[in-house]
């Protein structure tokens, strides 16, 4: 089969409402094309990487009846605690690369595979049809299983699916035009997607500063076991002149003289964990730091 390149979405300001449009959630995990040759199935990411090693148990899943060849196109995620898709679990799943990682990784962060368009069927191209016709065609002969989904539809109502989204904290919403042919590589106005700012509680690691008596950014990280925590990015965002100083008061007593190997930047000072606070935040970047992150306020103990 041809290796083929996703169709992405354009980014859209805010939710809308439209009759010739169908909404889904935007999954926060890896996307990525499955190439089913009867019962042998590749994966493959947006780049064209190989993605079947990391992911054995989506590549050895069912996802039509025997002897189907076609190539289907969807999201790898991997759910938190709370059932909610999420990146840096994902994310430890893509980066195990040994036998023994992957194994420990397929038994203790088990992978969805979130199926939202057809592309090819047998021998025959599914790209010109329109979206609804191909969704048809899914919703007809995919086998949901404990690994393989269907991505919902929701026609119309953006506005209140957007509201469902931001209860669910999830990353976001694509709306997509009924009618659109399925353009690979390409970004197109047909689809549109609309992110959602979330919330995370992170741990004060550490401030930099460049004026004496005053924080510049917070180092936030996340608890990873071992009463240890997870560098994930600073913010800097949100913190008026006046709070600078005081969160330099708070944070000066709880200073640690050690190096830390995460943060390695003249003016930075690492700090012992005394403070929690929520985080606003676009998304996860690659190397699992936030994306746009804004301090909202101090989580009081």
Known sequence: MTILLPMEPQQFCKPFDHPDFLFQIKWDGIRCLAYIEKDHIILRSRKGTSLTAQFPEIAKAKFFSPGIQAIVDGELIVLDEKGLPSFPLVMKRFRAQSNFTIEEALRTLPALYMVFDLLQWQDESFMTYPLEKRLAKL?????????????????????????????????????????????????????????????????????????????????????????????????????SQKEAKQWYDRLHPHQIQEKTSQIKKQGYYKVKPSYQVLIQYLEWTKDLRLRHPSLLKIIEP
């Not at 991505?151 to 990353?171: D, I, M």
């Not at 741990?203 to 936030?220: C, D, K, N, R």
């Open 139 to 239: 919703n007809e002969e995919l086998i949901p299983s404990d690994h393989i989904l269907l991505t919902s539809s929701v026609p119309e109502k953006g506005h209140a699916f957007y509201q469902q989204v931001e209860t669910l904290n999830l990353e976001g919403m694509v709306g997509k035009d009924r009618n659109s042919p399925y353009i690979p590589g390409k970004k197109a106005r047909s689809w549109r997607k609309v992110k959602n700012f979330r919330q995370i509680s992170c741990w004060i690691i550490g401030f930099t500063s460049s004026v004496q008596g005053q924080v510049a950014a917070l180092a936030l990280g996340v608890e990873q076991g071992n009463d240890t925590r997870q560098y994930i990015g600073k913010v800097g965002s949100g913190i």
